[in-house]
């Protein structure tokens, strides 16, 4: 810049201007009192202030050497993207998640439905930050998201009733959900899984993939089958907003029965309406703990734009909403919302608000029904 443009601009600068409200009609604002300290304090709690966690959870390194601060729910990001088939982004799906998430806040989070607030109840909360993943080698990658897991869910909980804290884990790809399952069969033995995705996810590594290679069977659509495979996964599981085709006319439902699912397809909503899918599930369920597994494709592209596999047809958020809220009483040990990506967002961020608000309900169903170990 010009020396003598600097020169004029300076004065600008340098003089701080503070805005004064005259009195209106001689009521003098509330908000504005006589010192300068109390307009500067510190309000609590703040959304928007520090650095992102979900909710605004206080941030905890669970995976630090030695103990460290007790929880009973933790959020574990699992930044991972490099086992889907259609288009990559997820792995900033837990930034996207969380960054929906900004408003709420534990002080605001009344319920006008049930007029319960999941953030001050029994449980401490807690954002665990992402796993370190490698992003070059999913074999790897994945054993490193399995001792994540491992690790945080050997940590002490706050509850003395409650010893095992359980994990939200925010995807990443869907493949993510198969070392979640691992660590929850380790402390909680086989689950029902409700799955709620526009996908089986139960594909024969043989046939989505094509058997090309160990390594690339293990994706986002092979990982149930993989779960049932190693006998972490229950035969009482059921998918739910199923809508997407078939790789193969008979075989891939053949196989899914195989790996312990019944399916509700999206347009039996149509039909049997919000109550009756969640009768189905809770009928599936019965007497089991389950893992809730929420792919983000679930809902339509109209209300979920940012992910890798969208199919159209899908529920609406609401309906979503009905249903997670639906499952109230059921002994959930473990969960998460997979397949965010941000990059495919729109600029109200339509995707994460939803998927923030769907963690929020996962929230609700974990405080709400607490287990022992
Ligand atoms: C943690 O446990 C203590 C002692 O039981 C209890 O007073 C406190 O409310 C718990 N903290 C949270 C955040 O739940
Ligand atoms: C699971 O149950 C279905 C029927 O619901 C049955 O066809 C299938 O063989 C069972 N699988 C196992 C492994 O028991
Ligand atoms: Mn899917």
């Known amino acids: 810049m010009h020396p003598r443009l600097l020169h004029l601009l300076l004065p600008l600068a340098v003089t701080a201007r503070d805005v004064v409200f005259p009195p209106v009609s001689g009521v003098q604002s509330p908000f504005v009192t006589s010192g300068d300290d109390a307009i500067a304090e510190f309000p609590e709690p703040n959304a928007y202030a520090g650095l992102t966690t979900f909710a605004n959870s206080p941030f905890v390194k669970c995976l630090a050497d030695g ?13 991972f993207d490099t086992g889907v088939t259609a288009r990559p982004g997820a792995r900033f799906g837990p930034t996207g998640i969380r960054q929906g998430s900004r408003r709420i806040s534990a002080g605001e989070a009344w319920s006008v439905y049930t007029g319960k607030n999941q953030y001050l109840d029994w449980a401490k909360l807690v954002d665990c930050g992402d796993a370190p993943l490698t992003f070059l080698d999913n074999t790897a990658a994945l054993r490193q998201l399995d001792k994540a897991h491992k690790v945080i869910s050997g940590r002490r909980t706050n509850s003395s009733t409650y010893t095992t804290p359980r994990i939200i884990t925010l995807g990443g790809d869907h493949t993510t959900t198969l070392s979640a399952l691992r660590s929850t069969h380790e402390r909680w033995g086989q689950v029902s899984v409700i799955h709620f ?61 195989r790996c312990g699912f019944e399916i509700v397809r999206a347009r039996d909503i149509d039909r049997i309406g919000t109550s009756g899918v969640i009768e189905k599930i809770k009928d599936r369920v019965d007497g089991q703990r389950v893992y809730i597994s929420v792919d983000i494709d679930v809902l339509d592209p109209a209300f979920a734009p940012g992910t890798g596999t969208a199919e159209v047809g899908g529920w609406s958020t609401r309906e979503l909403l009905t249903i997670l809220d639906g499952l109230n009483g059921l002994e959930v040990i473990g969960a998460d919302v997979v397949e965010v990506a941000p990059i495919y967002d729109n600029r109200g961020e339509t995707t994460v608000l939803a998927a923030a608000e769907v963690v929020n309900s996962l929230v609700t169903l974990m405080v709400d029904r607490p287990v022992k170990t």
């Open 67 to 79: 103990e460290v601060e007790k929880f009973d729910i933790a959020f574990l990001g699992a930044p």
């Open 197 to 257: 995705d526009s996908h089986i996810d139960t594909w024969d590594p043989k046939v989505l993939g094509g058997g090309i290679s160990h390594y690339a069977g293990v994706n986002h659509g092979t990982f149930l089958h993989i779960a049932h495979e190693e006998g972490l996964i229950s035969n009482s599981s059921i998918h739910a907003g199923i809508r997407a085709p078939l790789v193969r006319p008979k075989g891939d439902l053949r196989n899914d029965v």
